[in-house]
């Protein structure tokens, strides 16, 4: 906005306010609110405001160099304008030095970018070298030069500091990328050491292996029995079977045997024979065929018994005792002499076992049938 256009009453109140060169926020407003009543645009009096101050600011720097006159490039005091010689260090002042001086500020400060960004470290250092020397030389007593010097030096350490740092970590990746075949084979070496070393301890910890041998799997059957678990107790028997042959099945026989009789405590018949007789346990099947024959007797259940007896095998005078087994357990119980004849003659007919008339007067003597 031309000086013209602005109302001579608040050009006059706007000089007033610049009088010190200083325009404050208070008299900003006062001005503004001056011209909103006289109808003047508000933003354009403030850029009008703005443009004012920026004449005064220019006024003031100028009028202050042309005071302090030129700055020596040697020791950066202050000298008079049309001076040649300094008259705080007394060197002469020339437009080479000073362009010298200014050659060397744009160089040392370009490095120090470059310091600070990690840039061509080596091409970076090699620069400053070169002005550092020649600042030193000339213009050491030059307070900014004295300043940048200070701070190119510490950029420079640091960032020599971090270019060594990288170098390392470099040549070590190098190495391990070119021996990655002989670090893959350490690896394997260390992975496997250590799984052996925790093998190892988590056996020493477990304790020995219930299959390792007889009595280790003895042991492990008799603590599964006890803790009430029969099925875990059979797999250590035919774990260990399987493992070491049949051929090692007599030097576990206790173990089938102590299996088969918590079956048959159980209930479970089927399950304690078929466990010795798939393993060819004959020794240990006898027995247990015996055991629940006898408990067969002892409940009445004969036929049962009968069943489980296997006496077809044994042939007549097995299954003779175990017909007069069978009596006796009748008259201990109560039984009248017309059901054991029953009995008797209904067990004569068995397939398999050929009677002849003096084996049934046997039979009805001990059963006092005569």
Not at 80 to 91: I, R, S
Request: glycine share 6%.
């Amino acid at each position: 906005m031309a000086n013209n256009l602005i109302p001579e009453e608040l050009n006059a109140l706007i000089q007033q306010y610049l009088t010190d060169g200083v325009l404050t926020d208070k008299e900003r407003q006062v001005i503004l609110k001056k011209a909103e009543k006289m109808g003047l645009d508000r933003d354009e009096i403030d850029l009008y405001l703005d443009a004012e101050v920026q004449k005064i600011d220019q006024q003031t720097d100028a009028a202050v160099r042309n005071q302090k006159g030129k700055t020596c490039p040697f020791c950066g005091g202050s000298v008079p304008q049309l001076t040649d010689k300094c008259p705080h260090c007394g060197e002469n002042i020339t437009p080479e030095a000073s362009k010298e001086l200014q050659e060397i500020f744009d160089n040392l400060e370009e490095a120090l970018v470059d310091f600070k960004s990690g840039k061509d470290i080596a091409k970076s250092k090699a620069t400053v070298e070169r002005f550092m020397r020649k600042a030193k030389m000339y213009y050491g007593n030059n307070p900014k030069i004295q300043k940048l010097l200070a701070e190119v030096e510490m950029e420079s350490a640091k960032a020599e500091k971090v270019a060594k740092a990288n170098a390392r970590k470099n040549t070590i990746v190098k190495i391990l990328t070119y021996n990655r075949k002989i670090t893959a084979i350490v690896s394997i070496l260390l992975i496997g050491f250590i799984w052996w070393g925790v093998s190892a301890i988590a056996s020493a910890i477990k304790g020995p292996d219930a299959l390792d041998n007889p009595q280790t799997c003895i042991e492990a059957v008799k603590k599964a029995i006890d803790n009430g678990d029969i099925e875990k107790a059979a797999g250590f028997c035919t774990s260990y079977t399987d493992k070491h042959g049949t051929f090692d099945n007599e030097k576990i026989a206790t173990a089938y045997a102590m299996v088969g009789k918590a079956y048959i405590e159980n209930n479970e018949y089927d399950k304690a024979i078929s466990l010795v007789d798939d393993y060819h346990l004959q020794r240990v099947e006898i027995n247990l065929r015996k055991s629940i024959v006898d408990l067969c007797i002892n409940k009445g259940e004969y036929d049962k018994a009968d069943d489980y007896g296997n006496f077809r095998s044994d042939g007549y005078e097995g299954y003779f005792e175990f017909i007069c087994k069978c009596v006796d357990h009748m008259q201990e119980n109560g039984k009248s002499k017309e059901e054991i004849k029953k009995f008797i003659d209904r067990k004569k007919e068995a397939p398999g076992i050929r009677w002849d008339s003096e084996d049934y007067e046997r039979l009805y003597e001990y059963a006092g049938l005569r």
